[in-house]
C-alpha cells in the first residue's frame, strides 16, 4: 500500500508537504500542490479514513439498534434513519440484538471505543442502569421506545393514545370482551401501552381479564399460537388489540382456518399500518404510525447534538398516531 512518505520522496517534498495537501492547507504552492496531486492520482493513493477518524476523533458514523432487521417495521424505521444520516453524510451500522442483552451491550463498546460517534436504541434489552455509564463516551438516544428516568432524548410515540383510542373503536362496535397483546411486557412503551387500553375499559366499566393478556407476540406465527390460546378459553374475547399488524394477521389467518369470522365473531386490531393490512382478507384496522418519520427526526436529532458536541438532555417527543378503520373491525 502507498504511504505519504514514498509520495514524498518520489516528489522530493516533505512528509508534512503531502499532508498538507491532502487536507487541503493553503500554505503550499500551486506548483508543490500540482506535483504531489499528479503523482496521486498516478498512485491511485486513498487516504486511509481511520487515520483521518483518529485525526478528527470522529467517525462519521453512528450506530442503531433493532432487535431484527426483518421485521417491516425495524426495516422502516432503518430506512428512516438511514436517509437522514446520508443526507448529512452519516453512516449508519446496523446492530440486531436478537432481544439479546449481551449484544446490545457489544454495540455500546463500539461508542466506548470511539468507532461510532452516536448510538440510537431502537429497543431497549438492557436495564438503564446498565447503559447509563456509556453516556460519559458519547451521546445515546432512546428511538421507539420509553423509560421513565432515562436524562437522554427519547422519541416515539403516544401509545397510550393510541390504545386508549384503539379500545375505544372495539367498544362503540359494541364489544364487551376485549384482549390485549404486546410483545416484551417488561418494556416501558408497552405498559404505556396497556395503561390506555385499561383506561377505556375502566371507563365503560368493563372488566380487565388476565386470560385475556397475551405478551412475547412479534410475527405471524405468534398470531397463529395467540389464536391457538385464545380459543382453548372457556370464556372468550370478542375483540383483541394486538401489539403490531404481523400478530393481527396470525390471529386473523388461524381464525379464518377454524372458521371463526372476522369481524364477526372476533374483531381484531393492529397496529403499526404495515402494507400486509391492505392484503389480507379481511383488510386490517390499525394504528397508523410514521414510522419513517420517527427514525429521520432521531438521526436528526443526534447528529445536530453532534455536530455542537453538546451533552444531550432529557427530551420526550411523542409523535400522533390515528386509526385506520378497515374490515376486521
Known amino acids: 500500500m502507498t504511504k505519504i512518505d514514498e509520495i514524498a520522496k ?12 491532502l487536507n487541503h492547507h493553503p500554505y503550499v504552492s500551486e506548483e508543490k500542490r500540482n506535483q504531489v496531486l499528479k503523482v496521486i492520482k498516478e498512485l491511485d493513493y486513498t487516504p486511509s479514513s481511520l487515520a483521518r477518524q483518529l485525526r478528527a476523533n470522529k467517525s462519521q458514523t453512528m450506530a442503531i439498534s433493532v432487535p431484527a432487521i426483518d421485521h417491516p417495521f425495524f426495516s422502516q424505521l432503518i430506512k428512516g434513519v438511514s436517509s437522514k444520516a446520508l443526507e448529512k453524510d452519516y453512516k449508519v451500522l446496523i446492530f440486531q440484538t436478537f432481544y439479546n442483552v449481551a449484544t446490545e451491550m457489544e454495540m455500546l463498546d463500539l461508542l466506548k471505543n470511539k468507532e461510532v460517534d452516536g448510538i440510537i436504541l431502537g429497543a431497549l434489552e438492557n436495564e438503564w442502569s446498565s447503559i447509563k455509564p456509556f453516556l460519559k463516551y458519547g451521546p445515546i438516544l432512546l428511538c421507539n421506545e420509553y423509560h421513565d428516568s432515562a436524562a437522554v432524548p427519547i422519541i416515539g410515540y403516544d401509545e397510550f393514545d393510541a390504545a386508549y383510542k384503539a379500545v375505544s373503536h372495539l367498544i362503540e362496535r359494541g364489544h364487551k370482551k376485549i384482549g390485549f397483546c404486546c410483545d416484551t411486557p417488561s418494556s416501558q412503551a408497552q405498559q404505556l401501552r396497556k395503561e390506555g387500553f385499561i383506561k377505556a375499559l375502566l371507563e365503560n366499566d368493563l372488566q380487565c381479564e388476565e386470560d385475556w393478556m397475551f405478551d412475547h407476540a412479534f410475527s405471524i406465527q405468534d398470531g397463529f399460537r395467540v389464536f391457538t390460546e385464545m380459543s382453548s378459553l372457556a370464556d372468550k374475547p370478542t375483540a383483541m388489540f394486538t401489539g403490531n399488524d404481523q400478530v393481527a394477521a396470525g390471529i386473523i389467518k388461524k381464525a379464518m382456518v377454524a372458521g371463526c369470522r372476522v369481524p364477526d365473531d372476533l374483531a381484531v386490531i393492529g397496529y403499526d399500518n404495515q402494507f400486509i393490512c391492505q392484503v389480507t382478507t379481511p383488510t ?7 414510522i419513517a418519520e420517527l427514525g429521520q427526526q432521531a438521526a436528526a436529532k443526534l447528529i445536530k447534538n453532534l455536530g455542537k458536541n453538546a451533552e444531550m438532555k432529557r427530551e420526550v417527543v411523542r409523535l400522533p398516531t390515528k386509526l385506520i378503520v378497515r374490515e376486521s373491525t
Do not use: L
Not at 386490517?284 to 410514521?290: A, E, L, N
Open 284 to 290: 386490517i384496522t390499525t394504528i397508523d404510525t410514521p
Open 10 to 21: 518520489m516528489c522530493n517534498v516533505s512528509k508534512t508537504t503531502v499532508s498538507r495537501v
